[in-house]
Nanobody
C-alpha cells in the first residue's frame, strides 16, 4: 500500500516562492523514479517534474527554469522548489512514482495533495 503525504502549499503572490515536500511510504522510494503532478480546476492531472532514483531530472516546459525537483532517499522525501510563481501555477500538487512506474505496478493510491494558490 503506497502512502504519500504532500505539504508546503499555500497562498503566494505572483513572483513568489514555495517549497513542497512529499513523504512516501509503502514503496521502495530510493529505487523508483518519482514525480510531482498538479491538477487545476477543470483540468486533467499533469506531470510537472520527475526525478530518477539517481537524481536525473525532467521538467514540463511550463515550469522549466522556475521549478526544481530534488529527493532525499535516506528520508523517503521528495521536494519541489517553486520560484517565480505565476497564477497559472495554481493547482493541487501531488507526488507519486513517475508515470511508467505507476503503470507497471498498477499504483492507484494518491495522497490528498497540497493546494497552491498564486494570486495578488
Amino acid at each position: 500500500q503506497v502512502q504519500l503525504v504532500e505539504s508546503g502549499g499555500g497562498l503566494v503572490q505572483p513572483g513568489g516562492s514555495l517549497r513542497l515536500s512529499c513523504v512516501a511510504s509503502g514503496i521502495i522510494f530510493s529505487l523508483n523514479p518519482m514525480g510531482w503532478y498538479r491538477q487545476a480546476p477543470g483540468k486533467q492531472r499533469e506531470l510537472v517534474a520527475s526525478i530518477s532514483s539517481g537524481g536525473r531530472t525532467n521538467y514540463a516546459d511550463s515550469v522549466k527554469g522556475r521549478f526544481t525537483i530534488s529527493r532525499d532517499n535516506a528520508k523517503n522525501t521528495m521536494y519541489l522548489q517553486m520560484n517565480s510563481l505565476k497564477p497559472e501555477d495554481s493547482a493541487v500538487y501531488y507526488c507519486n512514482a513517475d508515470p511508467v512506474v505507476i503503470r507497471n505496478y498498477g499504483i492507484t493510491s494518491w495522497g490528498k495533495g497540497t493546494l497552491v494558490t498564486v494570486s495578488s
